[in-house]
């Protein structure tokens, strides 16, 4: 009895060292094969995307140090579907111009591919899905119901997009936000909402929807809260008076999704300690701005 014990806890140990050591391999091998994923929106001084482009023409610098062209591992122009989530405001500040926010999110799904798909949701003090993905063109029957009411649940509304798009297979991703951007009542913070969408890839388009001619302070804040979200993930902000202006505005964010430069690359960093880590494109092109998520955040192990 007592050697064959012995047996046992023999082939235990075994069998424990072998799997350690199979874990470890694991673990080097995610780090390696781990890709960050940029998807860059090139456009030239009027606005308009630029085609065309090789990677030549690019530049990834990660923490300030240049990513060498042996680490990417794909370029191109991506043309592939997208997931986009549309939020739309309906808090009470945003009484008068709802009608304007709903006319706005069926511009942007009348702009959409066939292969692309969008999902609708609405927030004030609380957060629900209006309509799933979907690969129509017509905003759901009960959207048109909806009345403006109570407190903004802006961060809290983007973490959902987020939890919505992280589901999704599709490559890119956006987030679409009409809002007056004055966050009253949320459970998370801006940082917080804006790292989730960077982590995913996910571009936030923002639409100021605040009432821009009566100015005041208020409305300064809710215009730098909504800029930053778009800046640092690589999306745009948009300020229009509405009408034309807006619809135009709608249909550019189409089709801007529609054509972004994809690069990956293998980061040169493989610490897995859960830091900040940086990122900027450069073209070679002094002409043409390029804009992307301005950073992500490493695994933690």
Not at 32 to 37: D, F, I, K, M, S
């Amino acid at each position: 009895m007592v050697r064959l014990l012995c047996t046992l806890l023999f082939i235990c140990a075994l069998l424990s060292v072998s799997i350690e050591a199979l874990a470890q391999d694991e673990d080097v091998v995610r780090v390696n094969t781990e890709l960050v994923v940029l998807n860059v929106t090139v456009t030239d001084k009027s606005g308009e995307f630029v085609p065309g482009l090789k990677l030549s023409d690019f530049k990834v610098f990660e923490d300030g140090k240049e990513v060498p062209a042996s680490a990417i591992a794909n370029f191109g122009v991506h043309e592939a579907p997208f997931a986009s989530v549309v939020l739309l405001d309906t808090s009470g500040s945003m009484e008068s111009r709802l009608s304007l926010g709903r006319s706005a999110a069926i511009r942007f799904l009348d702009g959409l591919r066939l292969e692309d798909v969008a999902a609708v949701y609405k927030f004030d003090y609380k957060v629900e899905q209006v309509q799933d993905f979907s690969s129509g063109r017509d905003l759901a029957p009960m959207a048109f119901g909806i009345k403006a009411r109570g407190m903004t649940t802006l961060y809290d509304a983007i973490l959902e997009a987020v939890n919505a798009l992280t589901a999704r297979q599709e490559a890119r991703k956006a987030i679409i936000v009409l809002s007056d951007g004055m966050d009253t009542y949320s459970k998370s913070s801006s940082s917080k909402a804006l790292e989730a969408a960077m982590a995913i890839g996910a571009s936030i388009y923002t639409v100021d929807m605040s009432n821009n001619e009566s100015g005041g302070s208020r409305n300064m804040q809710s215009a730098m809260i909504l800029k930053d979200f778009a800046e640092k993930s690589g999306g745009r902000f948009l300020a229009t008076p509405g009408g034309q202006a807006l619809r135009d505005a709608f249909t550019a964010i189409a089709a801007e999704l529609a054509h972004q430069y994809t690069i990956s690359y293998r980061p040169l960093n493989k610490a897995r300690d859960g830091k900040w880590r940086s990122l900027e494109i450069k073209l070679s092109r002094e002409d043409l701005q390029a804009r992307t998520r301005k950073g992500y955040r490493a695994p933690n192990r």
